[in-house]
């Protein structure tokens, strides 16, 4: 199938100058639309980071944004953003096929990694990707695609932040072909914080998730909290966020846990929230392990 891509220019006033926001397609399946933002500073013999942002169940590519609010740091920043539609059920509810657990209940199956895959060959093939720094962040049922793209695509993405999304629950469903950087972040008051089901099928939460990345990372065996603590959600007083993370992992790869102490399986994300994350992204670039 010939590939088509149809571009609207839109122009965004911002304090930078002028960004261009495209509507784009990629043909998969039939045509899955998603916006695509480019910044108005974009050199085209510059490589420049690519990062996907993945929604929750029954929302929308836009309700992501609506909710990260990360066109303003793509702009400032200079990274090319977009936030692709999941695929309607039956009953016309939007889903990610992340893991066996979440969220495609219906037959047949939807191939959402292979999705997410195309939409970044198509997007590197018409604008200049930095390949080494392609993340993506996922949120709920955008957080199960994630941590699945982390287990099976490792070899193109630098790194994932999963948002009250967990991982497969066989650990060995996971297995990366290349070493990989994943961020989990977790509200304490999250209902699958501990451990849930989604029909009948256990998920992990917050804890196990973090631990069994530490060991498909084959880092040292137990995690190190962090000094430093971190201010993601508005309505709880302070600094409610602790990092942890797992030292000596294998090279290229890292794992990392932020806990907001209070927070919900929908935080309400702080002024801070957006550029602790790109700053997260940014500094967890693919490296050689040769």
């Known amino acids: 199938m010939r590939k088509r891509l149809v571009i609207m220019a839109v122009l965004l006033a911002s304090i930078a100058g002028l ?28 490589p420049i980071p690519l990062i996907i942002a993945l929604t929750g169940y029954n929302q929308s ?30 009953r016309g509810v939007r889903f990610w096929n992340g893991t066996p657990e979440c969220c495609d209940f219906e037959s047949p199956k939807v191939d959402d990694q292979a999705y997410i ?5 198509e997007v590197s093939a018409r604008y200049s ?6 993340y993506i962040i ?5 957080g199960f695609l994630a941590n699945a793209l982390a287990c099976n695509h490792a070899d193109r993405i630098a790194a994932v932040v999963s948002l009250a999304g967990a991982s497969y629950t066989k650990l060995s469903a996971c297995q990366p072909s290349a070493p990989i950087n994943v961020l989990e972040i977790w509200g304490t008051k999250d209902e699958s914080f501990a451990s849930n089901h989604i029909r009948g099928k256990p998920i992990l939460g917050a804890i196990n998730t973090f631990k069994n990345w530490g060991l498909i990372n084959r880092c040292n065996s137990s995690p190190v909290v ?5 201010d993601l959600d508005s309505k709880v007083v302070g600094a409610d966020t602790t ?16 806990k907001i102490v209070g927070a919900g399986h929908s935080p309400t994300l702080s002024s801070e929230f957006d550029s602790a994350v790109i700053d997260y992204l940014f500094s967890h670039p693919k490296v050689s392990t040769n």
């Not at 962090?226 to 971190?230: A, I, Q």
């Open 19 to 46: 960004a261009t926001s495209s509507a784009a397609t990629v043909p998969f399946a039939g045509v899955r639309p998603y916006q695509l933002f480019l910044p108005s500073t974009y050199d085209p013999t510059v």
């Open 61 to 90: 590519g836009a309700a992501i944004e609506s909710y990260l609010h990360l066109t303003p740091l793509a702009q400032s920043r200079g990274f090319l953003y977009l936030h692709p539609d999941g695929t309607k059920d039956s």
């Open 117 to 121: 895959i195309r939409i970044i060959d």
């Open 129 to 134: 990707v930095d390949a080494n720094r392609i």
């Open 138 to 142: 996922g949120h709920s049922n955008g």
């Open 226 to 230: 962090l000094p430093e603590k971190l």
């Open 243 to 258: 990092q942890s993370e797992y030292p000596g992992c294998q090279a290229g790869s890292s794992v990392t846990f932020w």
